[in-house]
C-alpha cells in the first residue's frame, strides 16, 4: 500500500470511529501487521479525550483465503466478553463496511505478541525448556477451559444436528469455489472423511475452529511466558470438541504444537480430557485429524486461487506438501 493509500484508510478509519464511537477521535501510526489469513490486521493509536490507547483493525481482506463468516467472530466476542476466557474486547465494527469499504471491527490492543514457534527450539520469547513447557500446558488449559464453556452462552444459536458432516460438507464447498483442476487427493479424502464420519459428540462446546500457538497472545514482560489473549475466532462454531483437539494434535503441525518426548499428544490428551471433563475416542479424533490436514489443503488452494486472480496480496505457499500429509494420513 502506498504512503497515499495509508493516509487514506487512516482518514476513513478515523470518520467512521468518530462516528461509531459518538466523539472526535483521531487516529494516529496505521500500519499493517503480518500474519492473517482471512482478516487484514491493522496496529494502530486512538487518542480520544487526550488519552492514547493502541488498537487493533481487523477488516476484510479483498480476497481470502478463508472463506469466514465475520459477523460470527463479532457475536463470539461479545457474547464471551464476561466469561473467565481471555479474549477480545470490541470497541467498534461495521459489517457493511461503511467508509472502510468493506467490513471491519476494532479491537483493544491486548498486551503481548503472536509467534507460530513459540514452542520450537528457536524460542522466541527466551523462555527455556521449563518455560516452554508451562507454556504448552497452558495452552492445553486455555483449550479445555473454551469448551468448559456453557455452549448456550456464546449466542451461536442451535447446535448443528451432525457436526461432522457439516464440517466435510463446509470445506468441500470451499474446494470447489476454489479449485482450478480436479484435485483427485481431496476427492479421495471427501470420500474417506465420509465413511468415517463419527457420531455427534456427547457434549457439544463452542469450537474455536484455528486453535494454535499463532493465535494466542504471549506476554513475556516478566519471562514467564503467560497466556495474554486467544485470538481469531471467524471460525468458531458449535461443534464437536474433538474438532479443536483434532486441529492442534493434526500431525503437520507436530513440530509447531509439541515438545518431542517432554510433551506428546498422548500428554496433551490427557490433561485436556482431565481438565475439560471430556472424552475423546481415538477413532473420533482420527478424524478430526484428518480433516484439519483436508481443511488445510483447502486452504492451501484458495491462496493459489487468489494469487492466481491477482486479487490477493500475499504470497501463495506450496500445496504439495500438505497433499503428501493428507495422502499419508488417509492411508495409515
Known amino acids: 500500500m502506498s504512503a497515499d493509500e495509508g493516509a487514506a484508510l487512516s482518514s476513513a478509519l478515523e470518520d467512521a470511529l468518530s462516528s461509531a464511537l459518538g466523539v472526535r477521535v483521531s487516529v494516529q501510526g496505521l500500519r499493517r501487521l503480518s500474519g492473517g489469513s482471512s482478516r487484514e490486521n491493522w496496529w494502530f ?185 486467544l485470538l481469531d475466532w471467524e471460525f468458531a462454531h458449535l461443534g464437536d470438541p474433538a474438532e479443536d483437539v483434532g486441529w492442534y494434535l493434526a500431525p503437520i503441525y507436530r513440530t509447531e504444537h509439541l515438545l518431542g518426548d517432554q510433551w506428546t499428544a498422548t500428554m496433551f490428551l490427557e490433561r485436556y480430557c482431565a481438565r475439560s471433563g471430556i472424552t475423546i475416542e481415538p477413532e473420533r479424533l482420527r478424524f478430526w485429524q484428518v480433516l484439519a490436514t483436508f481443511k488445510l489443503a483447502v486452504i492451501a488452494l484458495a491462496a493459489v486461487s487468489s494469487f492466481l486472480d491477482d486479487s490477493g496480496d500475499r504470497a501463495a505457499p506450496p500445496t504439495d506438501g500438505v497433499m503428501r500429509t493428507l495422502m499419508r494420513e488417509v492411508r495409515s
Open 45 to 229: 493509536e486512538l487518542e480520544q479525550h487526550g488519552e492514547t490507547r493502541p488498537m487493533l483493525l481487523r477488516r476484510d481482506p479483498v480476497t481470502s483465503v478463508a472463506n469466514t463468516e465475520r459477523a460470527v467472530e463479532r457475536t463470539v466476542l461479545d457474547a464471551l466478553v464476561h466469561e473467565p476466557l481471555p479474549t477480545p474486547v470490541i470497541v467498534a465494527a461495521d459489517l457493511d463496511g461503511g467508509r472502510l469499504e468493506r467490513p471491519w471491527m476494532v479491537l483493544e490492543c491486548n498486551s503481548g505478541r503472536a509467534d507460530r514457534s513459540v514452542l520450537r527450539d528457536r524460542d522466541p520469547f527466551r523462555l527455556g525448556p521449563a518455560g516452554r513447557l508451562g507454556l504448552a500446558h497452558d495452552l492445553c488449559d486455555l483449550l479445555a477451559d473454551a469448551h468448559r464453556l456453557d455452549p448456550a452462552t456464546t449466542g451461536l444459536g442451535v447446535v448443528p444436528v451432525d457436526p461432522a458432516r457439516n464440517e466435510i460438507d463446509r470445506w468441500s464447498d470451499e474446494w470447489s469455489r476454489v479449485a482450478r483442476q480436479p484435485q483427485p487427493e481431496l476427492a479421495y479424502a471427501a470420500m474417506w472423511l465420509d465413511e468415517h464420519r463419527p457420531p455427534p459428540p456427547q457434549r457439544p462446546v463452542l469450537v474455536h475452529g484455528d486453535f494454535r500457538p499463532a493465535n494466542v497472545l504471549i506476554d513475556d514482560d516478566d519471562g514467564t511466558g503467560r497466556v495474554s489473549v
